[in-house]
């Protein structure tokens, strides 16, 4: 069975520290992978989504990249942190390649900067 | 820019009560999925409905596909405790798979 995991659960940063979050998915090939931030209570918003090694889009422009060195692997990214990127981080996979297909989520990163 | 709008916000009910989420949008979309999702982790599929006017059943739970296929609607039968959550709608189109989520719904259920 297929496998999503996250981490850290938690981070505590500085503004201005870098980040990097990372998300590896387990008993699958070829996944699409997704960055979401979500607020309190509310909708999630897609940062970034990625159909291969290598290929990444950005859905809004901020603070921070990710990048997909391997098939099943996925990284968020920042050089400097800012006070608005806080919040919480969620990774998710969908079988590629077929349409309307459900994605799975890992247990979300809880990201606080000081 | 596609949205989806979902109403109430909050929801908080005794137990035992009906209750209807309703997922708006004025974009069509090729399927629309709904989740749940519990404090500190990530959401978790309910249900696709995928035809216009399609009608699927989750035991307590009958999610309802608009016919034009750009709204949806949520309705928990004698709600248990157990239903308390986030419960997001969320749109999907194109070939990415890429999903559009609403604004969320947050249920409190009350013994």
């Known amino acids: 069975s297929q496998t999503i995991h996250q981490w850290p659960a938690t981070l505590v940063q500085p503004v201005g520290s870098p980040l990097s979050l990372e998300c590896t998915v387990e008993?699958?090939?070829?996944?699409?992978l997704y960055w979401y931030r979500q607020a309190a209570g509310r909708g999630l918003q897609l940062l970034f989504y990625?159909?291969?090694?290598?290929?990444i889009s950005s859905e809004v422009p901020q603070n921070l990249s990710a990048s997909r060195p391997q098939d099943r692997q996925f990284i968020l990214s920042s050089k400097k942190l800012l006070l608005s990127d806080s919040g919480f981080y969620l990774c998710?996979?969908?079988?590629?390649?077929?349409?309307?297909?459900?994605?799975?989520f890992g247990d979300g990163t809880r990201l606080s900067i000081l | 820019t596609q949205l989806l709008e979902q109403s109430p916000q909050f929801l908080s009910i005794q137990e035992g009560e009906n209750l209807t989420v309703y997922c708006n949008s004025s974009?069509?979309?090729?399927?629309l999925q709904w989740y749940r999702q519990e404090p500190g982790e990530g959401p978790v599929l309910l249900v696709t409905?995928?035809?216009?006017?399609e009608v699927k059943k989750l035991k307590r739970l009958t999610f309802q596909f608009g016919d034009a296929r750009k709204d949806s609607s949520l309705h928990i039968t004698a709600a248990q405790t157990g239903d308390t959550g986030l419960y997001l709608c969320?749109?999907?189109?194109?070939?990415?798979?890429?999903?559009?989520f609403g604004t969320g719904t947050l249920l409190a259920v009350q013994p």
């Open positions: 008993g699958t090939s070829n996944p699409n």
């Open positions: 990625s159909v291969g090694i290598g290929q």
């Open positions: 409905v995928v035809t216009g006017g």
């Open positions: 998710a996979w969908s079988p590629g390649q077929r349409p309307n297909q459900p994605q799975h």
């Open positions: 974009s069509v979309f090729s399927s």
């Open positions: 969320a749109g999907a189109w194109g070939a990415t798979n890429k999903l559009i």
